[in-house]
Nanobody, 115 residues
Framework: QVQLVESGGGLVQPGGSLRLSCAAS????????MGWYRQAPGKQRERVAY???????NYADSVKGRFTVSRDNAKNTVHLQMNSLKPEDTAVYYC?????????WGQGTQVTVSS
């Protein structure tokens, strides 16, 4: 059974940075592309970035140039470095396979960007 645990969220001022981490039980990192997703209040969950097993990355236009996704297959972890944060980045952030698997959704980590 795969379990994904996100961490690293918090409250940050506009323009600040956070680094999110996702740790997985099970060996899914060596099999699947991994994505970071977010869901803001009243909005649908959206994918903001993903990284393939070979290291190819892709970003939503809204975060391009500000967020960086990386992975460590040996440690079964994936990270999201978020810089130049904006209030509109406020959301619960999740990691999952890309495309996502319904059974892999974790609790997420809250990111709040506010002065």
């Amino acid at each position: 059974q795969v379990q994904l645990v996100e961490s690293g969220g918090g409250l940050v001022q506009p323009g600040g940075s956070l680094r999110l981490s996702c740790a997985a039980s099970g060996s899914i990192f060596s099999i699947y592309a991994m994505g970071w997703y977010r869901q803001a209040p009243g909005k649908q969950r959206e994918r903001v970035a993903y990284i393939t097993t070979g290291g190819y990355t892709n970003y939503a236009d809204s975060v391009k140039g500000r967020f960086t996704v990386s992975r460590d297959n040996a440690k079964n972890t994936v990270h999201l470095q978020m810089n130049s944060l904006k209030p509109e980045d406020t959301a619960v952030y999740y990691c999952n396979a890309s495309p996502p698997r319904s059974a892999y959704w974790g609790q997420g980590t809250q990111v709040t960007v506010s002065s």
